[in-house]
T-cell receptor, first 109, second 114 residues
Framework: GEDVEQSLFLSVREGDSSVINCTYT??????LYWYKQEPGAGLQLLTY?????DMKQDQRLTVLLNKKDKHLSLRIADTQTGDSAIYFC?????????FGTGTKLQVIP | DVKVTQSSRYLVKRTGEKVFLECVQD?????MFWYRQDPGLGLRLIYF???????EKGDIPEGYSVSREKKERFSLILESASTNQTSMYLC?????????????FGQGTRLTVV
């Protein structure tokens, strides 16, 4: 099955950019996703990228996909305290999605 | 708005008890999932279902079973709860039949087995 790995923790200052990285093993994943989990809540989809794309931009979020290296990243520009959360990358196709371990983002005011 | 509702936010059960975790979704989604979330391990898939009365094992099904008698409801059953099943349980649903399987999550049930 798919393995998805992330670093567990990232700390940035308010106003800086955050970059959260993810590596995955299954190159057949059709879509790759970024989910956000705020304290005490379930996960919410932030953005996704189709596997034949290299980059997707959505306001402050930029997703980069390097299929050769099986590497996915999420860049958050002008990081705010409200961005403090756990971020999960995930990959999959029909029906089943595999989630990474999650990266806890701490934003320092 | 898609809504996935889990019946309890917090549960405390005794070792050996049979535990039912209920999940209901209101978007007519075909797919439903049960995950457990543990620090440093992320989300691990326990079971999923892509249709009524259908179920598939995920990555860690041991000690669990599921039931899907109606499309909107997916139940997770711990046949005999053990302390190593203390965890956060997350239910999710998604629309079937397309590759973009955005999942919608419930708020989670934090289960403590004592």
């Amino acid at each position: 099955g798919e393995d998805v790995e992330q670093s567990l923790f990232l700390s940035v200052r308010e106003g800086d950019s955050s970059v959260i990285n993810c590596t995955y093993t299954d190159s057949s994943s059709t879509y790759l996703y970024w989910y956000k989990q705020e304290p005490g809540a379930g996960l919410q989809l932030l953005t996704y990228i189709f596997s034949n794309m290299d980059m997707k931009q959505d306001q402050r979020l930029t997703v980069l996909l390097n299929k050769k290296d099986k590497h996915l990243s999420l860049r958050i520009a002008d990081t705010q305290t409200g961005d403090s959360a756990i971020y999960f990358c995930a990959g999959g196709g029909y029906q089943k999605v595999t989630f990474g371990t999650g990266t806890k983002l701490q934003v320092i005011p | 708005d898609v809504k996935v509702t889990q019946s309890s936010r917090y549960l405390v059960k005794r070792t050996g008890e049979k535990v039912f975790l209920e999940c209901v979704q209101d978007m007519d989604h075909e797919n439903m999932f049960w995950y457990r979330q543990d620090p440093g391990l992320g989300l691990r898939l326990i079971y999923f279902s892509y249709d009524v009365k259908m179920k598939e094992k995920g990555d860690i099904p041991e000690g669990y079973s599921v039931s899907r008698e109606k499309k909107e409801r997916f139940s997770l059953i711990l046949e005999s709860a053990s302390t190593n099943q203390t965890s956060m349980y997350l239910c999710a649903s998604s629309y079937g039949g397309v590759a973009n399987t955005e999942a919608f999550f419930g708020q989670g049930t934090r289960l403590t087995v004592v």
